[in-house]
């Protein structure tokens, strides 16, 4: 929001001064408005990362960073997973506000019948090797479902906007649950409209032709919990990725399998995979003051994973929710003792007693404990990250559509310092 506040930017080579316009959130620091400040100075501003830059506004999520606070349209995440269920989170997001119970059945209707995936999507499936990445299934398969929605591609148009959006959110986890069952060389499961959400992806992911499955509500709860928490997180690499995907115009499938992408790497989604390779190589807690060393080491490439985050310099609220989680569904599937866990929380506990993750204010991040848990529910370490893949669909989907209904919405188009040659002459290749 406009203020009266502004900032002075003075040039000491020639003391000219600009004054740029400070906006303020209705949460958060204010930001210095530098859009005219090429224009009026030849300057850029450099800031690669992205530390010091708000790319954008936005209405949906808020996190302090420093409190280790996080709200999607001002209500907690914890009072979110508490009490509410995915969808109406889900609601919550694209819409606003929370929905009434006629709001929610709508909703929940509209993307009940949306699950089904085209029946020819499932030949694509067949392209890919079994032992592929199912990362890289989903990045294929769901830009794939542009070449099948043609009636809701028109990015204008309000209503095909809506649809796209319900059947990305539908059919997400038809695909995740395709890309799992394709890996283990099983017959895909088709949704079933009986089951909310997450009951309904349990079934497609664990369910067999030969015998019935019985979905627990324990774990269809735990399932729904983990899907809130990681619904938006405003600004992260995927998120501004489908962001920039999508300010070039290009269609919301195209755009969330870009997400999907950007998600996949080791610092950002992929690290609930990793947590668990590290905690496997960590074996036993008597070499977790080794593994502490290792990652203090500046010389040695490992870092804790699950450990840090560029906004968090407090615990990930998530984190918290999520190991409170684990002892539920541990207990639910009756493993009285996973020696992960133990290393988990020793882990946790030598790191946060070390100095030089005190002093950086590295604390578990969601990925931390959330491996643990989808591996007591039978999940592959392979298929974690596509289960963030599936609940962040519907904060990419709600950010993008944000940005769309934006009416100053331009394509971004960040600069750069150059430091390559300076103009040369050309030599012919006879003369290199
Ligand atoms: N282990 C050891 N040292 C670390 C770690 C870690 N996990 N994370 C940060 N540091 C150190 C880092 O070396 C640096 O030290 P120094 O100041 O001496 O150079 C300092 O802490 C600041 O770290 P940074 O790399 O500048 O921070 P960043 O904001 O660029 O990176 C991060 C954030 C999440 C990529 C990073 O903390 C990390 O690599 N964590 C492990 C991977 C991980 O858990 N990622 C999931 C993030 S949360 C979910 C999501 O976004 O998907």
């Known amino acids: 929001m406009k203020t009266d506040k502004t900032f002075t930017l003075r040039n000491d ?72 269920t995915f969808l109406e989170v889900a609601y919550l997001l694209l819409e606003g506000d929370l929905p009434n119970k006629k709001q929610y059945d709508e909703f929940e209707h509209h993307i009940t019948y949306h699950t089904l995936v085209h029946e020819q999507l499932h030949k694509f499936f067949q ?6 990445h199912p990362m890289a299934v989903m990045c294929g398969v769901v830009a794939a479902l542009s070449s099948f929605y043609h009636d809701s591609l ?13 059947r990305l959110i539908a059919k997400i986890p038809t695909l995740a649950a395709m890309a799992h069952k394709y890996a283990l060389g099983q017959p895909f499961v088709y949704p079933r409209n009986d089951l909310n959400y997450a009951e309904n992806f349990l079934h497609m992911c664990f369910a067999v032709p030969a015998e019935p499955y019985h979905v627990s509500p324990v774990l269809a709860r735990a399932m729904d919990k983990i899907l809130i928490l990681h619904a938006d997180h405003e600004q992260n690499a995927s998120t501004s990725t489908v962001r920039l995907a999508g300010s070039s115009q290009a269609n919301p499938f195209a755009c969330i399998s870009s997400g999907i992408t950007s998600l996949w790497g080791p610092a950002h989604g992929g690290a609930n995979q990793a947590v668990l390779a590290m905690l496997r190589e960590i074996g036993s807690v008597d070499r977790i003051p ?45 493993v009285e003792n ?30 931390f404990y959330s491996g643990i848990i989808l591996k007591a529910m039978g ?51 006879d003369k290199r």
């Open 13 to 84: 080579e020639t003391g000219e001064e600009f004054k740029l316009p400070v906006l303020d959130g209705i949460e958060g620091p204010s930001v210095i408005d530098v859009r005219k400040l090429y224009g009026e100075t030849g300057y850029f501003t450099f800031d690669p990362s992205y530390t010091s830059t708000a790319s954008c506004k936005s209405r949906l999520t808020f996190i302090d960073g420093d409190e280790g606070v996080l709200m999607h349209r001002g209500y907690t995440i914890e009072e979110l997973t508490e009490n509410s």
């Open 127 to 132: 392209g890919f090797r079994r032992d592929a």
């Open 290 to 334: 080794e593994f502490i060393e290792k990652a203090k080491d500046k010389d040695d490439p490992f870092r804790l994973m699950g450990f840090g985050h560029r906004v968090y310099k407090n615990y990930d609220p998530r984190a918290g929710v999520l190991k409170a989680s684990c002892d539920e569904v541990l207990d639910e599937l009756g």
């Open 338 to 367: 996973e020696p992960l866990l133990a290393i988990a929380r020793e882990l946790e506990k030598a790191a946060l007693a070390d100095d030089y993750f005190v002093e950086r204010k590295l604390f578990p991040n969601v990925d």
């Open 379 to 429: 999940f592959p370490e392979e298929m974690f990250t596509v289960l963030f893949a599936v609940g962040r669909t519907v904060g990419w989907v709600a950010q993008w559509k944000e940005m769309i209904e934006e009416p100053t919405l331009r394509i971004g188009r960040p600069r750069q310092l150059y430091t390559g040659p300076a103009k040369r002459d050309y030599v012919p290749i």
């Open 154 to 166: 028109d990015i204008w148009d309000p209503k095909q906007r809506e649809i796209s959006a319900h």
